[in-house]
């Protein structure tokens, strides 16, 4: 195997890669036999279907997939021997014919993480931020938490404010409904200012099940 680097942008490379057909064409034989000692066909024993059969059907597919990890072994032995840091997967492409049929060529356009280089932070000054946080703030965000991780029982008394309730309403205009004025299994907090204040208040002392017009 032969590998050669071009550099085609500032991170964009091409590797054309050569392929002995030789190494390619053993590699082809050995598994086409692998694929005949299990291969069967009506006619034949398992693993009696004579190895010409066999190729007849298998070998493009076999040559394919022989050729596919070869490449990609070529690319991963050249780009470690290079220490290229490859960013995103390369494309393959074959080439023309090679000037002896003995080789196969490819190439491989990738592209390859810009290389960063830190200057001299010797004079740097580095400010670290400080926050101050007070005890009000500590009490404001730990009540937001337990807010926020609260559970919630059904009750048999009156609903209070910081109850969950979940309701069903519909909202009429001269005793006609309108569009986006109703509502099924909401769910809202008492007090939290999710709905008309004068609708929440409506709902502060219902019990579960009971309905009222408003």
Do not use: W
């Amino acid at each position: 195997m032969a590998a050669i680097l071009e550099n085609i942008s500032q991170l964009e490379r091409r590797l054309d890669i050569t392929l002995p057909s030789v190494e390619i064409d053993s590699e082809v034989q050995i598994r086409l036999k692998h694929l005949a000692r299990t291969f069967k066909m009506h006619g034949f024993r398992p693993g009696k279907v004579p190895l010409k059969v066999v190729a007849q059907q298998y070998e493009d597919q076999v040559r394919r997939e022989v050729l596919g990890d070869a490449l990609q072994k070529s690319f991963g032995d050249a780009i470690r021997e290079q220490n290229l840091k490859v960013a995103g997967a390369p494309r393959f492409e074959p080439k023309t014919a090679a000037e002896s049929a003995s080789q196969v060529e490819f190439s491989a356009t990738f592209e390859v993480y810009p290389e960063l280089a830190v200057g001299d932070i010797a004079e740097v000054t580095i400010s670290r931020p400080v926050a101050d946080v007070s005890e009000a703030e500590v009490d404001k965000t730990l009540d937001i938490m337990r807010k926020q991780r609260a559970t919630f029982s059904p009750v048999e008394r009156e609903a209070a404010l910081g109850d969950k309730a979940t309701i069903d309403f519909v909202g009429k205009i001269d005793g006609q409904e309108f569009n986006g004025g109703k509502g099924e299994n909401l769910e809202v907090i008492l007090g939290e200012g999710r709905l008309l204040k004068d609708f929440e208040n409506k709902l502060v002392g219902m019990k579960a099940g009971a309905s009222q017009t408003f």
